[in-house]
Protein backbone atom coordinates (compact mmCIF):
# COMPACT_ATOMS: atom_id res chain seq x y z
CA UNK A 1 0.00 0.00 0.00
CA UNK A 2 0.56 3.76 -0.15
CA UNK A 3 3.17 4.28 2.87
CA UNK A 4 0.52 5.88 5.75
CA UNK A 5 0.25 8.69 7.92
CA UNK A 6 -0.29 9.00 11.68
CA UNK A 7 -3.15 11.69 12.14
CA UNK A 8 -2.97 11.90 15.89
CA UNK A 9 0.11 11.23 17.72
CA UNK A 10 1.59 11.32 21.08
CA UNK A 11 5.14 11.85 21.23
CA UNK A 12 5.63 12.99 24.30
CA UNK A 13 9.64 14.52 24.98
CA UNK A 14 12.72 13.89 26.68
CA UNK A 15 13.66 10.19 27.00
CA UNK A 16 10.22 8.94 26.65
CA UNK A 17 10.45 10.43 23.19
CA UNK A 18 13.37 8.77 22.41
CA UNK A 19 11.83 5.14 23.48
CA UNK A 20 8.91 5.23 21.46
CA UNK A 21 9.28 7.77 18.05
CA UNK A 22 11.07 4.83 16.19
CA UNK A 23 7.88 2.92 16.23
CA UNK A 24 5.92 5.07 14.27
CA UNK A 25 8.53 6.12 12.13
CA UNK A 26 8.86 2.33 11.13
CA UNK A 27 5.80 2.52 9.49
CA UNK A 28 4.33 6.43 9.09
CA UNK A 29 5.99 8.33 7.14
CA UNK A 30 4.39 12.07 8.62
CA UNK A 31 2.78 12.31 11.81
CA UNK A 32 0.38 15.18 13.45
CA UNK A 33 2.04 15.42 17.16
CA UNK A 34 -0.19 16.44 19.72
CA UNK A 35 1.03 19.57 21.81
CA UNK A 36 0.14 18.43 25.79
CA UNK A 37 3.63 18.33 27.09
CA UNK A 38 4.56 19.95 30.49
CA UNK A 39 3.91 23.02 29.82
CA UNK A 40 2.15 22.66 26.71
CA UNK A 41 2.99 23.80 22.81
CA UNK A 42 1.23 27.05 23.04
CA UNK A 43 3.73 29.01 20.73
CA UNK A 44 4.93 28.42 17.08
CA UNK A 45 9.04 29.00 19.09
CA UNK A 46 7.95 25.97 20.94
CA UNK A 47 6.55 23.98 18.22
CA UNK A 48 10.11 24.59 16.16
CA UNK A 49 12.29 23.70 19.63
CA UNK A 50 9.96 20.94 20.17
CA UNK A 51 9.90 19.47 16.23
CA UNK A 52 13.86 19.69 16.91
CA UNK A 53 13.80 17.54 19.62
CA UNK A 54 11.55 14.93 17.61
CA UNK A 55 14.19 15.40 14.76
CA UNK A 56 17.22 14.68 17.13
CA UNK A 57 15.32 11.41 18.32
CA UNK A 58 14.57 9.76 15.39
CA UNK A 59 18.57 10.57 14.07
CA UNK A 60 19.60 8.70 17.45
CA UNK A 61 16.56 6.05 16.86
CA UNK A 62 18.37 5.58 13.45
CA UNK A 63 15.91 6.84 11.43
CA UNK A 64 17.30 8.25 8.09
CA UNK A 65 17.10 11.85 7.52
CA UNK A 66 13.56 13.10 6.07
CA UNK A 67 12.22 8.88 6.50
CA UNK A 68 9.55 10.66 9.15
CA UNK A 69 8.42 14.10 9.13
CA UNK A 70 6.64 15.20 12.06
CA UNK A 71 3.74 17.94 11.62
CA UNK A 72 3.59 20.44 14.43
CA UNK A 73 0.43 21.72 16.23
CA UNK A 74 -0.22 24.51 18.75
CA UNK A 75 -2.61 24.08 21.78
CA UNK A 76 -4.74 26.27 22.08
CA UNK A 77 -5.68 29.06 25.23
CA UNK A 78 -7.99 30.63 26.21
CA UNK A 79 -5.05 33.27 25.60
CA UNK A 80 -3.42 32.48 22.48
CA UNK A 81 -3.43 35.56 20.12
CA UNK A 82 -4.77 35.38 17.10
CA UNK A 83 -0.87 36.98 15.80
CA UNK A 84 0.46 33.48 16.68
CA UNK A 85 -1.90 31.82 14.32
CA UNK A 86 0.24 34.13 11.30
CA UNK A 87 3.11 32.94 13.16
CA UNK A 88 2.24 29.32 13.19
CA UNK A 89 0.92 29.54 9.51
CA UNK A 90 4.40 31.21 8.16
CA UNK A 91 6.62 28.37 9.63
CA UNK A 92 5.30 25.97 7.26
CA UNK A 93 5.76 23.24 10.03
CA UNK A 94 2.50 24.08 11.84
CA UNK A 95 -0.71 22.11 10.63
CA UNK A 96 -3.22 22.50 13.00
CA UNK A 97 -4.49 23.60 16.55
CA UNK A 98 -5.27 21.62 19.08
CA UNK A 99 -8.70 22.09 21.47
CA UNK A 100 -8.57 20.45 25.03
CA UNK A 101 -12.08 21.36 26.61
CA UNK A 102 -10.00 22.22 29.99
CA UNK A 103 -10.03 19.41 32.42
CA UNK A 104 -10.68 16.85 29.49
CA UNK A 105 -8.00 14.71 29.61
CA UNK A 106 -3.98 14.43 30.21
CA UNK A 107 -2.47 17.41 30.38
CA UNK A 108 -5.77 19.58 29.53
CA UNK A 109 -5.43 22.01 32.77
CA UNK A 110 -4.21 24.60 30.54
CA UNK A 111 -6.91 24.18 27.87
CA UNK A 112 -10.04 26.15 26.43
CA UNK A 113 -12.66 26.71 29.30
CA UNK A 114 -14.91 28.94 26.54
CA UNK A 115 -14.17 28.68 22.89
CA UNK A 116 -16.78 31.32 21.73
CA UNK A 117 -15.93 33.21 24.41
CA UNK A 118 -12.70 33.56 24.31
CA UNK A 119 -11.26 32.70 20.69
CA UNK A 120 -13.35 34.39 18.86
CA UNK A 121 -10.55 36.73 17.05
CA UNK A 122 -7.82 33.62 16.62
CA UNK A 123 -10.41 31.10 15.27
CA UNK A 124 -11.34 34.13 13.00
CA UNK A 125 -7.56 33.92 11.41
CA UNK A 126 -7.69 30.10 11.49
CA UNK A 127 -9.98 30.16 9.64
CA UNK A 128 -8.89 33.12 7.50
CA UNK A 129 -5.63 31.38 6.53
CA UNK A 130 -6.83 27.32 6.45
CA UNK A 131 -5.19 26.15 9.77
CA UNK A 132 -7.14 23.24 11.04
CA UNK A 133 -8.73 22.85 14.47
CA UNK A 134 -8.13 20.31 15.88
CA UNK A 135 -10.62 18.77 18.27
CA UNK A 136 -10.76 16.54 20.83
CA UNK A 137 -14.54 16.80 20.90
CA UNK A 138 -15.89 15.77 24.84
CA UNK A 139 -17.85 18.42 26.94
CA UNK A 140 -16.46 18.48 30.80
CA UNK A 141 -19.41 19.48 32.73
CA UNK A 142 -19.61 17.02 35.54
CA UNK A 143 -23.65 16.78 35.38
CA UNK A 144 -23.11 14.78 32.08
CA UNK A 145 -22.78 11.12 31.97
CA UNK A 146 -18.79 9.98 30.71
CA UNK A 147 -20.41 7.85 28.18
CA UNK A 148 -22.07 10.96 26.45
CA UNK A 149 -19.53 13.52 26.53
CA UNK A 150 -19.04 13.09 22.88
CA UNK A 151 -22.76 13.14 21.71
CA UNK A 152 -23.13 16.55 23.95
CA UNK A 153 -20.46 18.18 22.93
CA UNK A 154 -21.60 17.99 19.35
CA UNK A 155 -24.77 20.11 20.40
CA UNK A 156 -22.95 22.08 22.83
CA UNK A 157 -19.86 23.13 20.81
CA UNK A 158 -19.52 21.75 17.97
CA UNK A 159 -22.81 23.22 16.04
CA UNK A 160 -22.39 26.42 17.32
CA UNK A 161 -18.69 26.69 16.54
CA UNK A 162 -19.59 25.78 12.70
CA UNK A 163 -22.41 28.10 12.46
CA UNK A 164 -19.95 30.90 13.75
CA UNK A 165 -17.07 29.86 11.58
CA UNK A 166 -18.46 27.82 8.44
CA UNK A 167 -15.34 27.85 6.56
CA UNK A 168 -13.06 26.54 9.00
CA UNK A 169 -11.56 23.29 8.71
CA UNK A 170 -12.25 20.77 11.67
CA UNK A 171 -10.49 17.42 12.75
CA UNK A 172 -13.04 15.79 15.33
CA UNK A 173 -10.71 13.92 16.53
CA UNK A 174 -10.37 10.64 17.98
CA UNK A 175 -14.24 9.87 17.25
CA UNK A 176 -16.10 7.16 19.21
CA UNK A 177 -19.94 7.20 18.92
CA UNK A 178 -22.57 6.81 15.97
CA UNK A 179 -23.41 10.37 16.84
CA UNK A 180 -20.05 11.66 15.98
CA UNK A 181 -20.26 9.41 12.85
CA UNK A 182 -23.51 10.78 11.49
CA UNK A 183 -22.37 14.34 11.91
CA UNK A 184 -19.31 13.62 10.52
CA UNK A 185 -20.89 12.41 7.66
CA UNK A 186 -23.64 14.85 6.73
CA UNK A 187 -22.35 18.23 8.12
CA UNK A 188 -21.51 21.21 5.74
CA UNK A 189 -18.15 22.06 5.07
CA UNK A 190 -14.90 21.42 5.72
CA UNK A 191 -15.04 18.38 8.38
CA UNK A 192 -13.62 15.01 8.83
CA UNK A 193 -12.44 13.05 11.86
CA UNK A 194 -9.70 10.46 12.73
CA UNK A 195 -10.39 7.10 14.41
CA UNK A 196 -8.38 4.85 16.38
CA UNK A 197 -7.09 1.22 15.71
CA UNK A 198 -8.86 0.67 19.31
CA UNK A 199 -12.28 2.18 18.96
CA UNK A 200 -12.50 -0.03 15.88
CA UNK A 201 -11.55 -3.09 17.72
CA UNK A 202 -13.09 -2.97 20.78
CA UNK A 203 -16.09 -2.05 22.88
CA UNK A 204 -16.28 -1.36 26.15
CA UNK A 205 -16.29 -4.69 27.56
CA UNK A 206 -13.01 -4.70 27.42
CA UNK A 207 -12.36 -2.26 30.31
CA UNK A 208 -13.75 -5.00 32.66
CA UNK A 209 -12.78 -8.41 30.79
CA UNK A 210 -12.40 -10.99 34.02
CA UNK A 211 -11.55 -7.28 36.23
CA UNK A 212 -10.73 -3.82 35.51
CA UNK A 213 -8.26 -3.18 32.39
CA UNK A 214 -6.06 -0.14 32.79
CA UNK A 215 -4.72 -0.81 29.28
CA UNK A 216 -7.53 -0.61 27.70
CA UNK A 217 -8.46 3.08 29.67
CA UNK A 218 -8.60 5.97 26.96
CA UNK A 219 -10.52 8.93 26.73
CA UNK A 220 -13.01 8.90 25.37
CA UNK A 221 -13.52 5.86 26.73
CA UNK A 222 -14.40 2.90 24.54
CA UNK A 223 -18.06 2.99 24.12
CA UNK A 224 -20.99 0.16 22.88
CA UNK A 225 -20.25 -2.32 20.56
CA UNK A 226 -23.52 -0.30 18.06
CA UNK A 227 -20.99 2.38 18.28
CA UNK A 228 -18.16 0.58 17.53
CA UNK A 229 -19.57 -0.83 14.30
CA UNK A 230 -20.70 3.16 13.52
CA UNK A 231 -17.05 3.43 13.06
CA UNK A 232 -16.04 0.70 11.51
CA UNK A 233 -18.48 1.43 8.80
CA UNK A 234 -17.10 5.11 8.59
CA UNK A 235 -13.84 4.16 8.23
CA UNK A 236 -14.46 1.66 5.51
CA UNK A 237 -17.31 3.76 3.59
CA UNK A 238 -16.18 6.02 0.86
CA UNK A 239 -16.66 8.96 2.26
CA UNK A 240 -13.03 10.55 1.95
CA UNK A 241 -13.92 12.35 6.04
CA UNK A 242 -12.92 9.09 7.91
CA UNK A 243 -9.27 8.87 8.40
CA UNK A 244 -6.61 7.18 10.05
CA UNK A 245 -5.18 8.68 13.70
CA UNK A 246 -3.76 6.36 16.21
CA UNK A 247 -3.77 8.22 19.27
CA UNK A 248 -1.11 6.17 20.48
CA UNK A 249 -0.32 7.87 23.95
CA UNK A 250 2.66 6.15 25.75
CA UNK A 251 2.07 5.94 30.05
CA UNK A 252 4.70 4.00 32.32
CA UNK A 253 3.05 0.82 33.43
CA UNK A 254 3.15 2.15 36.97
CA UNK A 255 0.60 5.67 35.86
CA UNK A 256 -1.81 3.36 34.48
CA UNK A 257 -1.70 0.67 37.46
CA UNK A 258 -2.43 2.58 40.37
CA UNK A 259 -5.53 4.43 42.17
CA UNK A 260 -6.36 7.11 39.65
CA UNK A 261 -4.62 5.60 36.21
CA UNK A 262 -3.96 7.87 33.23
CA UNK A 263 -5.62 7.56 30.14
CA UNK A 264 -4.16 6.75 26.71
CA UNK A 265 -3.81 3.11 24.99
CA UNK A 266 -0.13 2.51 22.91
CA UNK A 267 -0.86 1.56 19.86
CA UNK A 268 2.32 2.71 18.30
CA UNK A 269 4.56 -0.40 17.49
CA UNK A 270 1.29 -2.71 15.69
CA UNK A 271 -0.40 0.51 14.43
CA UNK A 272 -1.46 -1.08 11.00
CA UNK A 273 -1.72 -4.83 11.84
CA UNK A 274 -4.40 -3.27 14.17
CA UNK A 275 -5.96 -1.20 11.52
CA UNK A 276 -5.48 -4.17 9.47
CA UNK A 277 -7.30 -6.81 11.56
CA UNK A 278 -10.23 -4.31 12.13
CA UNK A 279 -10.40 -3.75 8.12
CA UNK A 280 -10.35 -7.40 7.56
CA UNK A 281 -13.22 -8.11 10.21
CA UNK A 282 -15.61 -6.58 7.85
CA UNK A 283 -13.93 -7.92 4.75
CA UNK A 284 -12.99 -4.20 3.60
CA UNK A 285 -9.37 -4.57 3.33
CA UNK A 286 -9.57 -2.93 -0.07
CA UNK A 287 -10.66 0.31 2.12
CA UNK A 288 -7.40 0.41 3.99
CA UNK A 289 -5.75 2.39 2.22
CA UNK A 290 -7.79 5.30 1.56
CA UNK A 291 -8.52 5.47 4.97
CA UNK A 292 -4.51 5.10 6.01
CA UNK A 293 -2.96 7.12 3.03
CA UNK A 294 -5.22 9.34 1.09
CA UNK A 295 -8.21 10.81 2.89
CA UNK A 296 -5.98 12.26 5.38
CA UNK A 297 -3.52 14.06 2.78
CA UNK A 298 -6.17 15.28 0.79
CA UNK A 299 -7.68 17.19 3.89
CA UNK A 300 -5.03 18.44 4.99
CA UNK A 301 -4.05 19.84 1.48
CA UNK A 302 -0.21 17.94 1.50
CA UNK A 303 0.59 15.28 -1.14
CA UNK A 304 -0.20 11.61 -0.68
CA UNK A 305 3.50 9.90 0.04
CA UNK A 306 4.98 8.57 -2.55
CA UNK A 307 6.53 5.32 -0.39
CA UNK A 308 4.91 2.04 0.03
CA UNK A 309 4.27 -0.19 3.12
CA UNK A 310 3.79 -3.79 2.97
CA UNK A 311 1.83 -6.01 5.49
CA UNK A 312 1.84 -9.35 5.46
CA UNK A 313 -0.78 -12.11 6.56
CA UNK A 314 1.56 -13.93 8.92
CA UNK A 315 0.59 -13.87 12.82
CA UNK A 316 2.53 -11.71 15.62
CA UNK A 317 2.67 -11.51 18.76
CA UNK A 318 1.89 -8.74 21.13
CA UNK A 319 4.84 -8.39 23.49
CA UNK A 320 3.49 -8.27 27.27
CA UNK A 321 5.58 -5.16 28.00
CA UNK A 322 8.33 -2.60 25.45
CA UNK A 323 10.72 -0.69 26.87
CA UNK A 324 9.97 2.87 28.45
CA UNK A 325 12.88 4.85 29.05
CA UNK A 326 13.69 3.19 32.63
CA UNK A 327 10.26 1.87 32.86
CA UNK A 328 7.94 0.04 30.91
CA UNK A 329 5.05 0.45 28.71
CA UNK A 330 2.26 -2.14 27.99
CA UNK A 331 0.84 -2.06 24.57
CA UNK A 332 -2.52 -2.38 23.74
CA UNK A 333 -3.50 -6.62 22.76
CA UNK A 334 -0.23 -7.41 24.32
CA UNK A 335 -0.04 -11.16 24.66
CA UNK A 336 -2.31 -11.78 21.85
CA UNK A 337 -1.41 -12.16 18.59
CA UNK A 338 -2.58 -10.29 15.76
CA UNK A 339 -2.48 -11.65 11.99
CA UNK A 340 -0.68 -9.11 10.26
CA UNK A 341 2.51 -7.92 10.80
CA UNK A 342 5.20 -5.63 8.66
CA UNK A 343 6.81 -7.57 6.03
CA UNK A 344 9.53 -5.00 5.38
CA UNK A 345 11.32 -1.25 6.17
CA UNK A 346 8.95 1.20 4.23
CA UNK A 347 10.44 2.69 1.10
CA UNK A 348 11.02 6.13 1.27
O1 LIG B 1 -6.46 8.58 26.23
C1 LIG B 1 -5.95 9.66 26.00
N1 LIG B 1 -4.64 9.89 26.24
N2 LIG B 1 -6.71 10.64 25.51
C2 LIG B 1 -6.25 11.88 25.36
O2 LIG B 1 -7.00 12.72 24.94
C3 LIG B 1 -4.87 12.24 25.76
C4 LIG B 1 -4.00 11.06 25.77
C5 LIG B 1 -2.69 11.31 26.49
O3 LIG B 1 -2.05 12.33 26.22
O4 LIG B 1 -2.29 10.47 27.30
ZN1 LIG C 1 -4.76 12.23 21.77
Known amino acids: MTRPDD ?9 VLRSVVGDSARQFARAIIMPNLKPPVTSTADALAYRDRILAALAASGVPEGAFTPLMTLYLTDKTPADEIR ?3 ASGVVHGVKLYPAGATTNSDSGVTDLLGNCRATLAVMQDCGLPLLMHG ?3 DPDVDLFDREAVFIERVMQPLRAAFPALKVVFE ?3 TEQGVAYVREADGPIAATITAHHLLYNRNALFKGGLRPHWYCLPVLKRERHRLALLAAATSDSPRFFLGTDSAPHPRGAKEQDCGCAGCYTARHAMALYATAFESVGR ?3 LEAFASLNGPAFYGLPANTGTLTLERVAEHVPTALPLADAEVVPLAAGESLPWRLAETPTA
Open 7 to 15: WHLHLRDGV
Open 87 to 89: RAQ
Open 138 to 140: EVT
Open 174 to 176: HLT
Open 285 to 287: LDR
